[in-house]
């Protein structure tokens, strides 16, 4: 049987989702409760990788177990999980779906504040210069007018394909802080750090809005702005089609 299980973590001290050697991951300590629990080896498979120090509201890992799991199960793999991480849920599915390869939607937010704050920091990336959002949103009608986002991907990818359809991309204030969000059916390594750099530059004026456009269409990543740092940066959802639960 394939179970899916909801995850939320605070990546400050992880070096990434995946399993690495000799480096704490989110996945690594998932896989080691849930084989405790279950007394078995268990192998989880995310619905993508966050890199060292990006969180995750709501990330998705698939796992096969030969039984059914009963009602104490979140509750006793969660007192076994430090306090980083947080199993939110569990549903089975159907045997052949993957937390990966089925994924319909990805949606990741970046959180900016405007103010120092000791209760933000390591959460929200502190930005001083006032955000002109409607710039801001004037320039991602271009990043939605693209497909291939070779520009903001990381180079040294195992990469071929850099096509990503966005349908989502936008700021938004909040009380004061900003929150971008942006949704799409895949992502590249870096691109979401790599297009919030770039949409900084716009909103202090280094780039207009037409220079982006000639950015994306480049193809290389010298030309995009700087990532910003991992901190600010949240795994919000992922979406599946609904026939794939049982």
């Known amino acids: 049987m394939r179970f899916f299980i909801d995850i939320s973590y605070f990546g400050k001290n992880f070096h990434g989702w995946q399993v690495q050697e000799n480096a704490r991951t989110i996945q690594q300590e998932i896989d080691n409760a849930l084989s405790l629990i279950l007394d078995c080896k268990i192998r989880t498979l ?3 990788r966050t890199d060292t120090g990006v969180h995750a509201l709501s990330q998705v890992a698939h796992f096969d177990y030969g039984q059914d799991i009963d009602d104490s199960f979140l509750f006793k793999v969660n007192s076994f999980l430090t306090d980083d991480i947080s199993i ?3 549903r089975k599915v159907r045997d052949n779906v993957s937390a990966r390869f089925d994924a319909i939607k990805r949606e990741y937010i970046y959180r900016i504040h405007s103010e120092k704050s000791p209760f933000l920091k390591d959460r929200s990336f502190f930005y001083f210069k006032e955000i002109d959002t409607n710039l801001i949103n004037d320039a ?8 291939d986002f070779k520009t903001f991907s990381k180079v040294k990818t195992d990469v071929n394909n850099f096509d990503c359809e966005i349908d989502q991309a ?5 009380n004061g ?4 969000i942006i949704s799409s059916n895949r992502f590249l390594r ?4 790599a297009i919030m750099g ?9 780039l207009s809005i037409k220079d982006l456009n000639d950015i994306i269409l480049k193809r290389d990543r010298k030309y995009a702005g700087p990532s910003v740092p991992a901190h600010g940066l949240y795994l919000n ?9 049982q």
């Open 88 to 90: 939110n849920s569990i």
């Open 198 to 206: 770039t949409l900084f530059q716009i909103n202090e004026g280094k």
């Open 170 to 174: 936008h700021m938004k204030n909040e």
């Open 190 to 193: 870096g691109m979401v750090r």
């Open 46 to 48: 995310g619905s993508g």
């Open 177 to 180: 802080s900003y929150i971008f």
């Open 237 to 245: 959802k992922v979406c599946y089609d609904k026939k794939i639960y």
């Open 140 to 147: 991602c009608k271009v990043l939605m007018s693209f497909k």
